[in-house]
Every structure is written in C-alpha cells, then in structure tokens.
C-alpha cells in the first residue's frame, strides 16, 4: 500500500472513530455577547457576507493568503455558529498530491463535505508529483492506479457526486484519467447531472509533437466522457428519460474520449470548449470533429491547441460541410503543423470572431526542450539561432499567416483583440504584414515574450510596426507582453 494510500485509510478510520463523538456534540448554547469592537454588532446575515466574500479567492492575492473556511470558524463562538450554519462556505475541496502521513487533507475534505447542507460542490484533484521525469516509464509514477481508486471510492462515500458543480483532475500520467472515465462510465451521464465544468489534464504537452503517438498503448481504447451516450445503459422504452448534459465548461488537456459519442456530454449548454495536446493516433476524424463541434450551439469560447482532427493524406476539407459557429467571439488555435491548421481552419465559419488567439505549439516545446537544458539564460541569444531558428522554424507560422490573410475564412475585419504567443518570425515578414492588414479593426495586441530571443516577434516589435506610415492598425490603443502594457498608444 502507498504512502498516499494509507494515509487515506488512516484518516477514513479516525474520521469513523469519531462519529459517535461528532454525533453526540451538543447543539451550541445561547452566548452573550461582549462588544469589542464594531464587527460584534454586525447582524449574522451581513456577517455571512462577510465570509463568503472573505473566502472567495481574487486574480489579485497573494498564492496562499487566502481566508479558509476553517480558519473563521475558530475566531470565537459566534463566528463558529455562522460558519457552520452556511453550507455554501465549504463547497470548495482539494485534494493533492504527495499527501501528508497524517491524512490531514483527507479529513478536511470528509470535514468540508459534511457541512456543504447540499450546497454544490468544487473539486480540484491535482495529484501531480512536482519531481516527476517525464523520461521515465509511466509505471514508474508514485501516484498509482490504487491511489486513484482508493480516492475516488473515498469520494463516493460520501454521497455527494450528484452534487459535483465542477471537477478538476490534474495528472502526470495517462492512469488516473484512466481510472476516472472507467469509474463514470456506466452511470450514463446520472453522475454528473449537476456537473457544469470538467476539466481533465494530463499534463504532457510533449504528445502534440508531430509523429507523436499515444502511450502507454495498453491503455489507448477511447471511454465515454461522464457516461454520457453509453447505449448500454439506456432506459427501457417507458423509463426516466436520460439526464441531459449540463455542462457549460469542458477542457481536456492530453485527454481522449470516445469522440464518437461525445457529442451527448458536450451539447448545448456549452459555452466553453478546450481541447489540447492529443497525440495524433487519438484525435477525432473530422467528420466526429464536426459533428461535436455542431452540436454546441451556445458556444462562445473555442480553443484547439495542439489538436483538432486528425487528417488522412489527401483529405479534401470540401467532403465535410463547413462547421458554422454563429455564438464563438474568442477563438485559441495552437498549431504544430501549418498544413493541418489550415485544413481545420477550412472547416470552420467564425462570423462573429472577436478575440483571435494564435500560437506556435512547436515553436513553444522546442524552447522547452532548452529550458530543460538548464542553459544559461545569458547564452540563450546565442545558441538558439544555432539550435531553435533553423531555416524553416517560421514556416508553420508563416502558412497560417498567410492563409488566414488570403482565405477570408475568419472575419479579421471584424477582430477588436489579437494575441500571438511563440512566434518565430520576423516582425518583418510579408506574410506578417499581410495578416495583420487585414485586422483593421484591432485595438489591443498581445505578444508572448518581452525579449527578442532568436527572432522571436515581441511587443515591441508590433510598437514599431505600429509608427510606421503605412501600417493599417489605425485603432490599435494598447500593446501587451506577458500581460505588461509596453505602451497605451
């Protein structure tokens, strides 16, 4: 048994252990109150304002200043009470990975579900190991395939996956998605009939690569998202009709599904979609890509990065009819190939296109790959033109480019928002210039990386593009690098 494992069981026990006591605390006395200070003459329904406004984190904070839960319910009786009293305080639960012995977490999680007073609830899962070689056999991962098993039964017991609003699932490895899909499979959409946003990560960007297979092989056979279209759990005839997905939000990072059936889990009620980083053996065809893609017609934001259909040689994008999106304003495409980024682009009708997110997939692993190095950052400028621009490093980037500035497929007329991340391309470039013509109504751009580092396009490069008589950008207001402001023009 692992270390993770048999702290679970620990805290599961004494959790046990303690039901009786837990069972026979006596309600809390009527208590007198000594004003201190003005917040003792708050009534108890601003005071629960109070907390729940307290307790929800902003863009703003400090990583790990946040107000716990916990942490008001011990600053005297009165708070207690109130805290207690207020289901909606605990719905937030994480769990991660490498555990304590103690099982702390684990008793905080079965504490927090015992308060929620049927409240729906938030979970992050995040049991990535932060020391984990990705060289390494997948086997080979602390976190196993019992670890998951043994968290999810734990999560089961508890009754209350009817009332999971949202679930986060971060992994090294391919196993406890694995475990995850197979564990929802057969409840034909019923366990996530409250679930609005599901996030699955397998956080390898490495399986985008071109040529770049699914492993481990064992395991690559697609399961069904949620349950949600699996025939052989379907009612009889004269049965309950079958819960109707609900979900708003769903990203799968490095995540196949059956994309054959996965239109019923992601249907109209959709508004967010993220597919990213699927080895190419595991994508879905263009005509399952369409069909799923159809299927959301509440769909406003769409990201596709480092995935989308998988292509055969010789594929005609006319033999599958055009994918119209008429709700979509912000659109992420992460190439790897140009070729088959302008294949996907063929296929889809953007006409209310606000917000156009490029990126360079390929040109961003291959500086994680020098990252890994341990390179000094001060040679960086010298050994990536030798290593990173070779000749045709900007091609990828160049035929999107251009074939989004010739195609007239995307309305970039109509674009007010534009980012370009990890482009290896001079600020020059014809095909550039061609593009970013046709965005004549663009009035904030955004540029990954604030150095020019191997011909990297930068803000500043779009600063000086920008002063330049003949550019076309005429209500470009601001330009951004990494979220800092270079300039307000």
Same mark, same amino acid.
């Given at each position: ?38 917040? #003792? ?318 990126? #360079? ?31 045709? #490093? ?96």
């Amino acid at each position: 048994m692992s270390q993770f494992t048999a702290s679970l069981a620990c805290a599961v026990h004494e959790w046990e252990r303690s039901r009786p006591q837990r069972l026979a605390t006596p309600a809390p006395s009527p208590f007198v109150l000594q004003l201190r200070s003005p917040v #003792d003459r708050l009534p108890p329904e601003l005071l629960t304002t109070v907390f729940v406004l307290t307790i929800e984190p902003r863009h703003h904070d400090t990583p790990g200043l946040t107000t716990s839960p916990t942490t008001l319910s011990h600053v005297c009786r009165r708070w207690r009470a109130v805290a207690l009293g207020l289901g909606s305080l605990w719905t937030s639960v994480a769990i991660a990975y490498p555990s304590d012995p103690s099982g702390a977490q684990f008793t905080r999680l079965l504490t927090y579900l015992s308060r929620t007073k049927g409240y729906k609830i938030d979970l992050m899962l995040d049991v990535r190991d932060p020391e984990w070689d990705f060289e390494l056999p997948e086997e080979e991962h602390p976190f196993t395939t019992r670890d998951m098993q043994a968290l999810l039964v734990l999560l089961q017991s508890t009754r209350t996956a009817h009332r999971w609003r949202s679930v986060e699932l971060l992994t090294d490895t391919w196993a406890p998605i694995d475990v995850f899909l197979r564990a929802t499979r057969s409840s034909a959409g019923t366990f996530a009939q409250s679930m609005e946003r599901l996030v699955l990560a397998r956080c390898n960007a490495y399986f985008a690569r071109n040529g770049a297979i699914f492993e481990p092989a064992a395991l690559k056979h697609p399961l069904p998202l949620l349950g949600f279209g699996v025939t052989s759990s379907l009612p009889p005839a004269d049965g309950p009709p079958l819960p109707l997905s609900r979900l708003r939000h769903v990203s799968l990072v490095g995540v196949h599904v059956d994309w054959s059936i996965a239109d019923f889990a992601l249907g109209p009620a959709l508004t967010h979609l993220a597919l990213k980083f699927h080895a190419s053996d595991v994508r879905p065809s263009p005509a399952e890509f369409s069909h799923i893609l159809s299927a959301c017609l509440c769909l406003e934001t769409l990201a596709i990065v480092g995935s989308g259909p998988s292509f055969s040689p010789g594929f005609v994008p006319t033999s599958v009819p055009p994918i119209v999106l008429s709700s979509v304003t912000t659109f992420t495409l992460g190439f790897v190939d140009g070729q088959d980024a302008t294949q996907l682009l063929a296929l889809l009708r953007i006409p209310n296109l606000a917000k156009l997110e490029l990126e #360079d997939v390929a040109a961003g692993l291959n500086l994680m790959d020098i990252a890994e190095v341990g390179m000094d950052e001060n040679l960086l400028p010298l050994t990536l033109p030798l290593r990173v621009m070779q000749e045709d #490093d900007d091609l990828s980037a160049r035929t999107v480019l251009a074939w989004l500035a010739e195609s007239g497929t995307l309305p970039l007329g109509k674009l007010t928002s534009l980012s370009l991340s990890s482009f290896h391309i001079a600020a020059m470039n014809p095909a550039l210039h061609a593009f970013l013509r046709e965005c004549r109504s663009v009035g904030e751009v955004s540029v990954a990386g604030t150095r020019r580092i191997a011909g990297i396009l930068t803000g500043n490069d779009i600063l000086a593009l920008r002063r330049e008589p003949t550019w076309l950008l005429l209500r470009l207001m601001t330009v951004s690098s990494r979220g800092r402001v270079l300039a307000p023009l």
